[in-house]
């Protein structure tokens, strides 16, 4: 099945939604304390007008005032002459990324997890904010928990179905996810195991688990990676998720 890249695009961008959205001139500028680019970015989707210097020099201007870097997110659905132009004026190039897509009527079957896991694992869904499942991510993923607040904001504005699950060994927290449903579509996101268990099969196994959960609310899914993360593009692969398209963020230095 052809999926509708820009669609995904734009349902990307709704299901992380940005607490604070303004827009010039067709581009929507999103704040959210700073948390994530993805959340705090310029997003180019649609056409803006020819002034692309004038219009970069406001998008400075305002988030200077809010204290944050001006960060834009390109994609191949963004003004033609867009990224070149930032790159004129000193924009460095970050997180090149990749958005994966799967029809989940082609899921692969269950992958396989080492022996040593065999018997150990509890794999539990909740669709509610849950403040331990924020705090255990924190501290699997390295983010600074105080960010919590404005992640809790996040998720309360997001559309659709919130599954988060959590994969544990011997009761500890040994891999995290999120799922948003929307639209026919789950967006899959915070994936993250903890190191001691990477290499086993376990995130694959927790994924596959939460894509047959969301099999009855959705038919497509989504996700992004960034592009040199070699083993987190195995474990995609091992469920059949394939590149769709690429997007990149430039920051100005």
């Known amino acids: 099945m052809s999926l509708p890249l820009k669609h995904i695009e734009e349902l990307s961008l709704t299901h992380w939604p940005a607490l604070n959205t303004e827009y010039m001139d067709g581009w929507k500028l999103r704040m959210s304390n700073g948390y994530t680019k993805r959340a705090n970015c310029i997003s180019t989707i649609q056409s803006s007008s020819k002034q692309l210097h004038a219009n970069i020099a406001a998008c400075e201007q305002r988030y200077k005032l809010m204290k944050q870097p001006t ?8 003004e033609p002459e867009l990224d070149e132009t930032l790159n004129s004026l000193d924009y460095a190039l970050y997180d090149p990324s990749l958005m994966l897509t799967l029809s989940l009527d082609q899921l692969k079957d ?8 065999e018997g150990q694992l ?4 909740q669709e509610h904010i849950s403040l331990p499942w924020l705090e255990q991510y924190c501290k699997l993923s390295g983010v600074n928990d105080g960010y919590i607040p404005t992640m809790i904001d996040m998720m309360a504005a997001m559309p659709g179905k919130l599954m988060l699950a959590s994969c544990y060994v011997d009761g500890e927290p040994a891999a995290l996810a999120m799922a948003i449903i929307d639209q026919d579509y789950v967006g899959i996101y915070d994936v993250i195991t903890a190191e ?3 290499n086993k099969g376990l995130c694959s196994y927790m994924l596959w688990q939460l894509l ?8 497509k899914s989504y996700l992004a990676v960034v592009a040199n993360n070699e083993p987190a593009k195995r474990v995609y692969a091992k469920l059949g998720y394939q590149e769709a398209y690429t997007y990149w963020y430039r920051v100005k230095v």
């Open 110 to 117: 269950q992958p396989s997890i080492h022996a040593s896991l």
């Open 196 to 198: 001691a268990y990477r």
């Open 212 to 219: 047959q959960q969301c099999k009855p609310h959705a038919s």
């Open 122 to 125: 509890e794999f539990i869904i």
């Open 71 to 78: 960060i834009f997110k390109l994609t191949p659905f963004s």
